[in-house]
T-cell receptor
Framework: QQQVRQSPQSLTVWEGETAILNCSYE??????FPWYHQFPGESPALLIA?????NKKEDGRFTIFFNKREKKFSLHIADSQPGDSATYFC???????????FGAGTKLTIKP | DAGVTQTPRHEVAEKGQTIILKCEPV?????LFWYRQTKIQGLELLSY????????DGGAFKDRFKAEMLNSSFSTLKIQPTEPKDSAVYLC?????????????FGPGTRLTVL
């Protein structure tokens, strides 16, 4: 059972545009939603995360929008740069559980 | 502080061999995870330990995959016998239970090729 669905599988945007990556989940007990990014040849690393008490979390050019009612959340990358090109994984974790369920990933390419 | 270390970085095995991958978590972390990463399946959880106790042993991987945590600073993943479909990158990650950022720190991975 795929508990965290991610789309699109791949995304290409021009430098300076806003890239939007989407995720949805099924398990209502999830209470923590991180985004990890992975550059080619490297391991995943935490980028930004949100808890359901908020519907928005910003960190520089990166913003998570969270909709608890629809069980959806998205990552917006403003003023995208070629250096943002990577694979982005959304994820979710249940209350009192350190195990993370990852989405399938979105390969983002920023064209200069 | 050292991050998560994994050895070897690359492993080539013949079908049917036994291989052992090693992981040292971040000092002080008490949660340890083993993942398998492929382009088709993405990140799949193999095992999860909390304070050396096995919390989850990924169902589909039970028959040939065995993870152990011999002490709080060392874990192994044994694959026996290996099959070509096991070719993948195996990632180890650790985290601090209840940590403020609840972040999993990943090691560099072991790239396994089974011929």
């Amino acid at each position: 059972q795929q508990q965290v669905r991610q789309s699109p599988q791949s995304l290409t945007v021009w430098e300076g545009e806003t890239a939007i990556l989407n995720c949805s989940y099924e398990d209502s007990t999830f209470d923590y939603f991180p985004w990890y990014h992975q550059f080619p040849g490297e391991s995943p690393a935490l980028l930004i995360a949100i808890r359901p008490v908020s519907n928005k979390k910003e960190d520089g050019r990166f913003t998570i929008f969270f909709n608890k009612r629809e069980k959806k959340f998205s990552l917006h990358i403003a003023d995208s740069q070629p250096g943002d090109s990577a694979t982005y994984f959304c994820a979710a974790r249940g209350y009192g559980n350190e195990k993370i369920t990852f989405g399938a990933g979105t390969k983002l390419t920023i064209k200069p | 502080d050292a991050g998560v270390t994994q050895t070897p970085r690359h492993e080539v095995a013949e079908k049917g061999q036994t291989i052992i991958l090693k992981c040292e978590p971040v000092s002080g972390h008490n949660d340890l995870f083993w993942y398998r990463q492929t382009k088709i399946q993405g990140l799949e959880l193999l095992s999860y330990f909390r304070s050396k106790s096995l919390m989850e042993d990924g169902g589909a991987f039970k028959d040939r995959f065995k993870a152990e945590m011999l002490n709080s600073s060392f874990s192994t993943l044994k694959i026996q016998p290996t099959e070509p479909k096991d070719s993948a990158v195996y990632l180890c990650a650790s985290s601090l239970t209840g940590g403020a950022r609840r972040e999993q720190y990943f090691g560099p991975g072991t790239r396994l090729t089974v011929l």
